[in-house]
């Protein structure tokens, strides 16, 4: 038996309160324990909750942003399941502040962790809180030995405002009426109208750059008593798509001035006049981007509005470009790559990340073990890639002949094989013969190291639009859908640039109004600009 190693209390009363304080000490290490079953309890619910919600985030992270040839869905349905990462981001930070409350009486305050600072252009509200001096040091000289500072992020939502701009008249005592004197009224993107050039720039940011519909800027203006109709803002638009217009088609002949392009195109359902209903029509993006391969210039993204996904359309927008154009296996793209276009043949290069696909939904259906092998195998190809994103186009085709050439030699070879002993209906034989047909332009890059192993540039380019399609439903005429087309040009090329697209457009336009000359285009451009 364990000796107790203090005196026990002769005195009666003096026992009883020592009882008592062992017995409340007792009570107290019980409840502790009973606390520190639950909250283990708690715990490891919390932590099957969050370990599930945080596994279907990541698959939807993979969905969304990991290559598409590993998505799990495509389209519409990929687009909505986007929607439900924040409802799972918040799902996982309430379990989080459950747990941070039924622990908060057990926990040690822990020591600040470490975070990225804040900007530095943004504006610091300095607030200094004064400690309560208490009534037994009042009057004494406090001397300071230290303090702690934490930075927190506040926003003030923007504020309508309204210019009042005056012009005096004066006149000169002892002169007629033509000594009245005026300053000139300055000159407005919308004369006589109501929104100024950084309003316009707003709106059109708004929509085309965030994917916010005029008919939802509508409501969220009205909340600070701002009446600003969808009809008349898509007005404004009309204009600013006209007076943006030489701007977009500098971008589309700067882009063919490039040696290598690439094109995508994607649908932008418009409504039909007089028909009441939508009709499909089609956006064209025409991207370069001549970092991958150590190139100087500047990124930069056109679209094009069109009632039709024929091959003409291409012809036209890409008329005078005689250089490499990058593209998925669209037939409509074969007709500039053509033998009866002469010297004005483009060179086609086609996009292993859309041949990826095709095997990868085999792949992930489980039926077919070539498929399996082909997808493991093409992996290689991506990892020289990494290793040679931004050398020059000599450093890039050597290290490509030397480590992707027989990765593709073995894959085309493998297909080869496998195609005379499968079934010509079959979707894998389907796929064989999609790259064997177009083996010249799969191996292209091999040998130029300008040109990509995918056409991935211009789909993330192209990928904005399809979001602001969703949430505006269709363009409202083909006059909307070129606007859309000129206005997003712009936008999306300054975003490319790491340009703010709203002070861009707000200054550019101010510049438009006040008569900026067209011999001086390209100093507008988004890439150009200086706050």
Not at 495 to 523: C, S, Y
Request: charged content about 30%.
């Amino acid at each position: 038996m364990k000796t107790l190693d203090f005196p026990l209390p002769d005195d009666v009363d003096a026992l009883k309160a020592l009882v008592r304080a062992m017995a409340e000490k007792a009570a107290y290490a019980e409840s502790l324990e009973s606390e520190n079953r639950d909250l283990k309890a708690l715990n490891a619910a919390a932590d099957e909750r969050i370990a599930r919600l945080t596994s279907i985030l990541k698959a939807l992270e993979r969905n969304r942003f990991g290559k598409r040839s590993e998505k799990l869905g495509a389209g519409a349905a990929a687009e909505q399941q986007a929607f439900v990462f924040e409802e799972i981001e918040t799902g996982i930070a309430e379990i989080k502040a459950s747990l941070d409350k039924a622990g908060s009486a057990a926990k040690q305050k822990r020591a600040p962790r470490p975070r990225k600072a804040f900007a530095s252009h943004l504006e610091r509200i300095e607030v200094v809180i004064e400690p309560e001096v208490p009534p037994e040091h009042q009057g004494k000289e406090k001397i300071k030995i230290g303090e702690d500072v934490c930075e927190r992020l506040d926003v003030e939502p923007p504020r309508f405002r309204v210019i009042v701009t005056r012009r005096p008249k004066y006149a000169f005592k002892a002169v007629d009426v033509d000594g009245v004197i005026q300053a000139p009224a300055p000159a407005h993107i919308i004369e006589g109208g109501i929104p100024t050039e950084a309003l316009l720039a707003m709106i059109a940011v708004s929509k085309y750059a965030d994917g916010l519909p005029l008919y939802r800027q509508e409501g969220i203006y009205a909340r600070d008593g701002v009446e600003l109709d969808r009809s008349l803002m898509a007005q404004w638009m009309g204009r600013l798509g006209f007076e943006l217009e030489p701007l977009s088609e500098h971008v589309l002949l700067r882009i063919k001035q490039g040696p290598r392009v690439f094109a995508d195109e994607t649908t932008l359902p418009t409504l039909e006049p007089g028909a009441g209903k939508a009709k499909k029509a089609y956006l064209w993006a025409y991207a370069r981007d001549d970092r991958p391969f150590g190139g100087g210039d500047p990124p930069m993204v056109a679209y094009r509005f069109e009632d039709s996904r024929s091959g003409d359309c291409a012809l036209r927008h890409l008329a005078g470009y005689h250089g490499i154009l990058q593209v998925d296996g669209y037939a409509a793209y074969h007709r500039l790559a053509g033998p009866d276009r002469g010297e004005k043949a483009l060179l086609l290069a086609c996009c292993w990340a859309h041949l990826r696909r095709r095997f990868y939904e085999l792949h992930v259906a489980g039926s077919s073990s070539l498929a399996t092998a082909t997808v493991e195998r093409m992996k290689d190809l991506w990892s020289v890639e990494d290793q040679v994103r931004g050398l020059t186009p000599d450093h890039r085709s050597t290290a490509r002949r030397q480590s992707s050439a027989p990765i593709v030699a073995e894959l085309f070879a493998l297909w080869e094989t496998e195609l005379a002993l499968i079934s010509e209906k079959s979707k894998l034989a389907e796929h064989i013969r999609y790259a064997m047909e177009r083996r010249a332009s799969f191996e292209l890059f091999l040998s130029d190291g300008r040109i990509e192993i995918d056409s991935n540039i211009v789909e993330r380019a192209i990928r904005p639009q399809t979001i602001t399609r969703k949430n505006a439903l269709f363009a409202g005429s083909d006059s909307g859908g070129r606007t859309w087309a000129t206005v997003a040009t712009l936008l999306t090329t300054a975003k490319m640039n790491g340009v703010d697209p709203f002070a861009w457009l707000k200054q550019t336009l101010e510049r438009i109004a006040k008569g900026w000359p067209n011999r001086d285009i390209e100093a507008l451009m988004p890439w150009n600009y200086a706050a």
